[in-house]
Structure formats: structure tokens, C-alpha cells
């Protein structure tokens, strides 16, 4: 099986959205199988975290979950053009996979949603690849042959898949983009871990 991690944070539910519909995609793949991770809150204090369980939702992220993927979906709500704090505080502890490049040479993409239309989405986006490329990792995001992208009024980038959530609900194109970008991202993984293994 290649499996793919969908890594996010989501505070009121709108990046876990997209979480889903992106495994929907990953889904849809043969062989392929989504993993959905999040990551706990970040007491604006000091540097402790939630309890080690959450109430609901998806489990909380190890390192060794993101150690053993094929493939990797990035995604947080936009915080002034930058993943927000719980997850970044869990990336900057990646720091052991970065020495021994046990994410190098895997495909990665990443995901955010915001709460006004020109919240800072591409942005976001951008500075959520940096981290991906210093591990080594191979950047998927969606092409401009997907229809969805010349058609969505709302989210939805070249760089990967993203969210107006303050219209009403996800929206169709976003939907068509999250799972294909899915797709595109297991498919990738797929043929990536079958040439290594061959």
C-alpha cells in the first residue's frame, strides 16, 4: 500500500474539511490509503501542548508517522500568510528526519483555507513549501489542465488546494481540486516508491 499522510491543524473545522475531501482523492487511487493526522494547540505562553489524546477528530501526528508515509499533504488555516503556530511548532521538531533525510525523495503538497477572500492563501502556501524543500521533498501541487482552477470564484491554486471558508460551505470547484489534488499526490507517491523499490 502507498500511504499517504494528510497532516493539519483546523481550529473551527475548515482545514478538516479540506483534510477529507483531499483523502477522498488519495482515496480513490488503487493501493493508495490516507492517513489523517492533526496536531495539538500551543499554549501562547510557553512551548507545552495539549493533552497527548484529542477529544475528537483525527489523532495527533509522531514523527514517526511522517517517517513512514509515501507521500505527505500539508494543510493549516492561513495565520498572516503563514501556517499556523501548532503546526509550525511540530514541523521545527522534525529537525532528527531532516538529519537522516528520511523524508527525501517523497512527494509533498500542501493545503489552507481562510476566513476573508484575500486572506493571504498563496502566501500561505508558499511559505508552507519551505520547510517541505529543506527536507528534500518533492513538491506536488495542481496543474492548470485541472478545469477547476480557471473556473473557481472562491479557492483553489496552482500551488495547492485552499478554502474561502467564509462563504457558504466548500465549495464545488474547491472540491474537484482538493480531490484531485489528492489523487495526483498518491499517484505521484505510487510511481515514486515503485521506482525505488525496483
Same mark, same amino acid.
Given at each position: 500500500? =502507498?500511504?499517504?499522510?494528510?497532516? &493539519? ?5 475548515? =482545514? ?14 488503487? %493501493? ?20 497527548? !489524546? ?23 488555516? =492561513? ?25 527525501? %525523495?517523497?512527494?509533498? #503538497? ?9 486572506? /493571504?492563501?498563496?502566501? =500561505? ?12 521533498? !518533492?513538491?506536488? #501541487? ?16 496552482? &500551488? ?5 471558508? %467564509?462563504?457558504? %460551505? ?11 489534488? #489528492? ?14 523499490? /525496483?
Amino acid at each position: 500500500m =502507498t500511504e499517504i499522510l494528510i497532516l &493539519y491543524y483546523s481550529r473551527w473545522g475548515a =482545514t478538516s474539511e479540506l483534510a477529507n475531501l483531499i483523502a477522498r482523492g488519495v482515496e480513490e487511487v488503487e %493501493g493508495a490509503v490516507a492517513k489523517l493526522r492533526t496536531v495539538p494547540e500551543v499554549s501562547p505562553v510557553c512551548a507545552a501542548t495539549e493533552d497527548s !489524546i484529542p477529544d475528537s477528530g483525527a489523532p495527533y501526528a509522531s514523527l514517526e508517522d511522517l517517517r513512514d508515509c509515501d507521500g505527505l499533504a500539508l494543510g493549516s488555516p =492561513t495565520h498572516f500568510g503563514n501556517m499556523a503556530a501548532p503546526l509550525k511548532y511540530f514541523i521545527d521538531s522534525t529537525s532528527s528526519l531532516w538529519f537522516s533525510g528520511a523524508l527525501s %525523495g517523497k512527494p509533498a #503538497g500542501v493545503f489552507t483555507s481562510t476566513s476573508s477572500l484575500h486572506g /493571504g492563501q498563496e502566501a =500561505t502556501l508558499i511559505t508552507m513549501l519551505l520547510p517541505l524543500l529543506h527536507h528534500g521533498m !518533492i513538491l506536488v #501541487g495542481i496543474p492548470s489542465s485541472e478545469t477547476a482552477l480557471s473556473k473557481t470564484q472562491s479557492g483553489g491554486t496552482p &500551488y495547492g488546494p485552499s478554502r474561502h471558508s %467564509g462563504k457558504d %460551505g466548500v465549495s464545488e470547484e474547491e472540491r474537484q481540486l482538493c480531490r484531485a489534488f #489528492g489523487a495526483r499526490l498518491a499517484r505521484t507517491a505510487r510511481a515514486l516508491k515503485q521506482d525505488r523499490a /525496483g
